[in-house]
């Protein structure tokens, strides 16, 4: 091997084991700095393939494929659920499925209350792209949106938007797993709160007292249905 | 059931980064990329058994996401935005040169960009990358060359950037 195909072999594939290179590099004191030289570059440009990966990406990949498992692995679940509960509560009073939802929101919010304090501001795409993540996406223009993050909420993951208000952050979570039968308003922990039903899964919308909670519910069944 | 779930998220957790930044190159737009990589883990999910070794996940994954990024790509404008200098982790390299870097690598045609990705990110060898891309070793070999070629070109152009003692080619 001579040094013109040495280099061309090397810049083509610096880490190639061909026993030809290996011994051309130890023989030849040119090629062999050339070689360093070259991987040099190359450790420049491993760093500069390196971008940053979302910190939430293995979440978001966990989540859609777990929204894809058959649906009555779901049904068999909800059912077991149901007759836990009512094993637990003795057998004559069951729980609505809205009752129980509405305690996991606001405990949810509650447990993340720091984040009502952001203003920053999320892009469109960023929100688009992990609403579309969880199944259940949100198009066009929500009004702005300070926090959009994938939480486990209750038993699942779900999106957790905060939006300006107008009388103060709103808190709006979408719950792919969660089945809520029909609209359902509550106030609890100082918050009002409205449940409603898409046909992507269950919307939760919670803000002060006063807030016009239906109007904002409705702007994200529309942005959900296009 | 248990058993598919968890060799799943084990491949997630091993690989969905590397498959995250190959994307991005590939078709050099985040949001592209990550969607390229659900669709790429979706697909996977549902042919796992398919998946006989787990030393081949590697590259099985890059084939489902290649396959995938051709099929959008027709219908697929890239809008790459320039990397924010802080998001670049060097370690004893001057972050302007990394800059640079990524601006070559965006601008290299994809029949330069893509073997190079698939030897450096993917790890590959070039057989290996000569049997995916449909190409001779030789072939794989001359495009590697001319990549690299180019993108040292270009930095040795650039005065302040030009690594000391640089050879000129």
């Known amino acids: ?226 | 059931m248990a058993n598919a779930q968890t060799r799943f998220e084990a491949l997630v957790n091993a690989l969905g980064a590397d498959l995250y930044r190959f994307a991005c190159w590939l078709c050099r737009d985040r949001t592209r990329a990550e969607d390229l990589v659900q669709e790429t883990f979706l697909r996977a999910w549902r042919a796992l058994d398919q998946l006989r070794e787990e030393k081949s996940a590697k590259g099985w994954l890059i084939t489902i996401l290649r396959r995938e990024h051709a099929r959008g790509h027709a219908r697929y404008e890239p809008k790459w935005r320039e990397t924010e200098l802080d998001e670049i982790a060097a370690d004893g390299c001057s972050p302007v040169e990394v800059l640079h870097l990524r601006r070559e690598l965006a601008a290299l045609p994809e029949e330069y960009r893509e073997p190079l990705l698939l030897q450096v990110l993917g790890g590959f060898d070039c057989d290996e990358i000569a049997a995916m891309l449909g190409l001779s070793k030789s072939a794989v070999m001359t495009r590697l060359f001319r990549a690299r070629q180019k993108m040292r070109a270009s930095i040795l152009k650039t005065p302040k950037i030009a690594a000391p003692g640089a050879h000129k080619s």
């Not at chain 1, 450790?43 to 649906?71: D, F, I, T």
């Open chain 1, 1 to 226: 091997m001579n040094c013109f195909e040495f280099r061309r072999h090397f810049t083509a594939d610096p880490r190639s084991r061909e026993p030809d290179i290996i011994r051309h590099r130890q023989e030849c004191a040119a090629c062999a700095r050339f070689a360093q030289q070259q991987e040099k570059f190359e450790s420049r440009l491993a760093e500069a393939l390196n971008v940053e990966v979302p910190k939430e990406l293995r979440a978001r990949l966990v989540l859609r494929q777990s929204l894809q498992q058959p649906r009555r692995f779901r049904t068999l679940a909800i059912a077991a659920a149901v007759l836990l509960t009512v094993a637990l509560a003795g057998g004559w009073w069951l729980q609505s499925p809205a009752h129980s939802l509405d305690r996991i929101v606001i405990a949810h919010i509650e447990g993340e209350r720091e984040l009502l304090a952001s203003r920053d501001q999320v892009p469109a795409d960023k929100v688009a792209q992990l609403t579309r993540a969880i199944g259940m996406p949100l198009q066009g223009d929500i009004g702005t949106v300070h926090v959009a993050e994938i939480c486990p909420i209750g038993k699942h993951h779900g999106a957790h938007l905060i939006l300006a208000g107008e009388k103060g952050p709103v808190t709006v979570l979408l719950l792919p797993r969660e089945t809520v039968a029909r609209r359902k308003s509550f106030e609890r922990g100082g918050f009002q709160g409205v449940l409603m039903p898409t046909g992507y899964g269950g919307l939760a919308v919670v803000g002060e007292p006063g807030e016009a909670l239906d109007d904002i519910a409705r702007r994200m069944q529309r942005a959900l249905h296009g």
